[in-house]
């Protein structure tokens, strides 16, 4: 079939414009939240403080609990989601329960306890935030278990599990959150 | 459908248009005698401050804020943590972070083929629009602030907007003018020079072991750069890459006399010589001049063949497999500390031997000892020369009685070993011992102590390792037999792989730390020797782990494994 050579171009300037006209403005790209049920792994993890934590125990205890996943060294997504956990400790309102903050490592052999500690620190953490390392195959059924398995921790993806303490069930938000929404989310939760 | 063609064309062109009025850039500023009312060194080390570790002039951290609302302190990170230390930006789960240093600040982005020069763009067929204009002190303290470019388009919301004073605001975008401008020393017309260092009491048959696979790679790569080079990267990514693929040169430094004189031997080769890196390096002693002369000359080194590193957390410009025999004596500590039987962590006594093994792998057990909150351990120096007897050792454990020996001694305290094992009272008495100050003579461990000595093991488990090691042949080419032992041939093979995944994801920036930022963001490696090479910003030791092993029964002495690769 031989095709209308105008019609080649005008498609070629559309795409091309196209592409152009979304340079003008981004907003940042909302995040996506669904609630799921997990079952947490029988692993045994260790803290910033050398401690080994069961798990299971933590997770399930039906305390208010938020879960993610980062790495000591990672670049871009991790800061910000730490910045976030930083911030939620500081903006939770006197007298609201405790939320206990959990982030597990995602590069385990080099996230030593004292690389935690120091992480920890750097983000002025309050009592309530454990940073968890652990075996790399205790690590990896983590991950599978919240369906947040990747086999390069440099392809990671920002991701937040907020515990619904009375159903027990996940709410899995991907993507960013700002200071107000994380804090709408935790009482949405119930969490607060 | 034809009706609208005008209109269409007209945008196009007028896009056209826009794109090419925005290739010029700005003509070359002159350097100013001062930056914010200060001398230009000092508005430098203030910018270098603030772009990598936060900190204001004033010392207080950098404000800035991040998605929307949520403050963040530049102590808890800073612009170096997504842009990396070179400025050239990185990518991880989804977010890519855009270059920030000069050379690309100073020029128009596009979209499409954004790594050309103007002078390369001004050869494309069809002049694309540019996404942004070159970058103006205003309009670059305007991003900085509001994360929005000259362009209108807003940069993700992970990117903090800073607040900060004109002053501050000065000295930082004075910093970033300045990152990463120019191509660093050693890539000269079409070729990457590199180096190695061997220092001089290595002997021939290890240099070889270590030059034969480096020069017989970079032959081959030189090979297919002649016939095949930039055309390959032509279909791939057009023009852009073009440049990206050098050739590759290697001079070799060879050190004479004490250590003390090599940082000056090593000022001389570079002056004569500049290059962009040293590939590899041989030494049977403490790399520690090497070490520190790279630092101050700002020059990466790759993979040295070393088992005394500098452990350093700070340092930048030497990566490292791993922390040597340090890293032996950090595993025997997490290990002990480790064990549901608290008796072995009971009571430690540290016997070594004078000399940097020893010193090294006591340092690594002491560090940490003490990090998992341990009472110190007793520590006995054995001078050099002597050995530890049965009688010393007897001494010892009736005096100290101690739960557990590390025996920092290699091979002569064999005959001692007798001793701890037939000390059964209160309880058995435990001991370490390091398979790489053994060597070959780990299998001769005597029978009675195999079952109370754990060996520290910095390698892959022996009966696995056979099939990862062979990939290292294909770089001997036959000419030299790899030796297991010295495992100088494997680990340099290892470093090959490492650098040549590293040239590529430098593209063509040129740039000493931009390498350094690339081997950052590698993935891990399943390479011979370690059961892994892991990776990281300014991560500089790559194999993490260390094995406790024990040695089996009889003459087959195999060695079975006590522990996890790494121990936590």
């Given at each position: 079939m031989r095709r209308n050579p105008w019609s080649i171009l005008l498609v070629t300037a559309s795409l091309w414009l196209s592409g152009t006209g979304s340079l003008t403005a981004q907003a940042p790209p909302p995040y996506t939240r669904t609630l799921?049920?997990?079952?947490?792994?029988?692993?045994?993890?260790?803290?910033?403080?050398?401690?080994?934590?069961?798990?299971?125990?933590?997770?399930?205890?039906?305390?208010?609990?938020?879960?993610?996943?980062?790495?000591?060294?990672?670049?871009?997504?991790?800061?910000?989601?730490?910045?976030?956990?930083?911030?939620?400790?500081?903006?939770?309102?006197?007298?609201?329960?405790?939320?206990?903050?959990?982030?597990?490592?995602?590069?385990?052999?080099?996230?030593?306890?004292?690389?935690?500690?120091?992480?920890?620190?750097?983000?002025?953490?309050?009592?309530?935030?454990?940073?968890?390392?652990?075996?790399?195959?205790?690590?990896?059924?983590?991950?599978?278990?919240?369906?947040?398995?990747?086999?390069?921790?440099?392809?990671?993806?920002?991701?937040?599990?907020?515990?619904?303490?009375?159903?027990?069930?996940?709410?899995r938000i991907f993507g960013m959150m700002s200071s107000s929404e994380f804090l709408a989310e935790c009482k949405k939760a119930g969490l607060l | 459908?034809?009706?609208?063609?005008?209109?269409?064309?007209?945008?196009?062109?007028?896009?056209?248009?826009?794109?090419?009025?925005?290739?010029?850039?700005?003509?070359?500023?002159?350097?100013?005698?001062?930056?914010?009312?200060?001398?230009?060194?000092?508005?430098?080390?203030?910018?270098?401050?603030?772009?990598?570790?936060?900190?204001?002039?004033?010392?207080?951290?950098?404000?800035?804020?991040?998605?929307?609302?949520?403050?963040?302190?530049?102590?808890?990170?800073?612009c170096s943590s997504c842009h990396l230390r070179a400025g050239l930006g990185s990518w991880e789960g989804g977010i890519v972070t855009l270059p920030t240093n000069g050379a690309r600040l100073n020029i128009p982005?596009?979209?499409?083929?954004?790594?050309?020069?103007?002078?390369?763009?001004?050869?494309?067929?069809?002049?694309?629009?540019?996404?942004?204009?070159?970058?103006?002190?205003?309009?670059?303290?305007?991003?900085?602030?509001?994360?929005?470019?000259?362009?209108?388009?807003?940069?993700?919301?992970?990117?903090?907007?800073?607040?900060?004073?004109?002053?501050?605001?000065?000295?930082?975008?004075?910093?970033?003018?300045?990152?990463?401008?120019?191509?660093?020393?050693?890539?000269?017309?079409?070729?990457?020079?590199?180096?190695?260092?061997?220092?001089?009491?290595?002997?021939?048959?290890?240099?070889?072991?270590m030059l034969l696979p480096l020069n017989n790679y970079i032959a081959r790569h030189n090979q297919f750069s002649a016939g095949f080079g930039n055309r390959m990267y032509l279909g791939v990514g057009g023009n852009e890459m073009s440049g990206a693929y050098r050739k590759l040169?290697?001079?070799?430094?060879?050190?004479?006399?004490?250590?003390?004189?090599?940082?000056g031997q090593l000022e001389a080769f570079l002056a004569k010589e500049p290059v962009f890196a040293l590939l590899g390096g041989i030494s049977y002693g403490e790399w520690q001049p090497i070490h520190a002369f790279c630092e101050r000359a700002q020059l990466p080194c790759l993979f040295p063949i070393t088992d005394l590193p500098v452990v350093s957390e700070t340092d930048w410009y030497t990566q490292y497999f791993s922390k040597g025999y340090y890293q032996e004596g950090q595993a025997a500590a997490r290990f002990l500390n480790?064990?549901?039987?608290?008796?072995?962590?009971?009571?430690?006594?540290?016997?070594?031997?004078?000399?940097?093994?020893?010193?090294?792998?006591?340092?690594?057990?002491?560090?940490?000892?003490?990090?998992?909150?341990?009472?110190?351990?007793?520590?006995?120096?054995?001078?050099?020369?002597?050995?530890?007897?049965?009688?010393?050792?007897?001494?010892?454990?009736?005096?100290?009685?101690?739960?557990?020996?590390?025996?920092?001694?290699?091979?002569?305290?064999?005959?001692?070993?007798?001793?701890?094992?037939?000390?059964?009272?209160?309880?058995?008495?435990?001991?370490?011992?390091?398979?790489?100050?053994?060597?070959?003579?780990?299998?001769?461990?005597?029978?009675?102590?195999?079952?109370?000595v754990w060996i520290t093991y910095p390698y892959r488990e022996p009966q696995l390792e056979p099939k990862f090691s062979a990939y290292a042949d294909t770089l001997l080419a036959g000419a030299v037999q790899r030796n297991p032992a010295t495992r100088i041939s494997t680990r340099t093979y290892s470093m090959i792989q490492v650098l040549r995944q590293g040239l590529m994801d430098m593209d063509r920036h040129f740039y000493r730390d931009n390498l350094l930022d690339r081997l950052g963001m590698q993935r891990d490696q399943i390479l011979p020797d370690y059961l892994r090479l892991s990776f990281g910003p300014g991560q500089r030791y790559a194999a993490k782990g260390c094995f406790i092993m024990q040695v089996g029964p009889g003459d087959k002495a195999e060695l079975v494994r006590q522990s996890e690769w790494v121990i936590h």
């Open positions: 799921e049920s997990y079952s947490v792994p029988e692993v045994v993890l260790v803290n910033q403080d050398g401690t080994k934590v069961k798990l299971q125990a933590l997770l399930d205890s039906g305390e208010p609990v938020i879960l993610d996943f980062i790495f000591g060294t990672c670049t871009t997504i991790c800061p910000v989601l730490s910045a976030g956990y930083a911030n939620l400790q500081t903006k939770l309102p006197a007298g609201s329960p405790k939320i206990h903050l959990v982030s597990v490592s995602i590069d385990p052999e080099n996230d030593t306890p004292k690389v935690m500690r120091d992480y920890l620190k750097r983000y002025r953490a309050k009592p309530g935030w454990d940073f968890l390392t652990g075996r790399r195959e205790d690590i990896d059924k983590v991950m599978r278990a919240f369906n947040a398995y990747i086999p390069n921790k440099m392809s990671h993806y920002p991701l937040t599990l907020i515990r619904e303490p009375k159903t027990g069930k996940w709410i | 459908m034809s009706r609208h063609l005008p209109r269409v064309l007209a945008g196009f062109l007028g896009a056209l248009l826009l794109g090419t009025a925005a290739l010029a850039a700005p003509p070359p500023q002159p350097a100013p005698a001062t930056v914010a009312g200060l001398p230009v060194d000092q508005a430098q080390a203030m910018g270098e401050r603030m772009y990598r570790q936060g900190i204001l002039p004033s010392g207080e951290p950098m404000a800035s804020v991040v998605n929307g609302d949520v403050p963040v302190a530049g102590t808890s990170f800073s982005r596009y979209w499409k083929f954004p790594n050309l020069s103007i002078e390369e763009r001004k050869e494309l067929k069809l002049q694309n629009p540019a996404a942004r204009p070159a970058y103006t002190d205003e309009t670059l303290a305007h991003l900085l602030r509001t994360g929005r470019d000259p362009s209108g388009y807003d940069m993700h919301a992970v990117m903090p907007r800073y607040d900060l004073s004109d002053r501050d605001m000065a000295i930082l975008i004075f910093y970033l003018r300045n990152l990463s401008l120019r191509h660093s020393p050693g890539v000269v017309g079409d070729t990457l020079h590199f180096a190695t260092v061997i220092t001089p009491e290595v002997s021939e048959a290890d240099q070889q072991a040169a290697l001079s070799v430094w060879r050190l004479k006399g004490p250590a003390a004189s090599w940082g480790g064990l549901d039987d608290p008796a072995p962590a009971g009571v430690v006594v540290q016997v070594i031997q004078a000399g940097p093994e020893g010193r090294a792998l006591a340092q690594g057990f002491r560090d940490t000892w003490s990090e998992l909150g341990r009472t110190a351990a007793k520590e006995v120096l054995l001078p050099k020369g002597t050995r530890l007897t049965a009688a010393a050792l007897g001494d010892l454990l009736t005096r100290e009685r101690p739960t557990t020996v590390l025996l920092w001694t290699g091979d002569t305290s064999f005959p001692a070993l007798e001793r701890l094992a037939a000390r059964k009272t209160p309880a058995p008495v435990h001991g370490f011992m390091s398979a790489r100050l053994l060597g070959t003579r780990l299998a001769s461990l005597p029978e009675p102590a195999r079952k109370l």
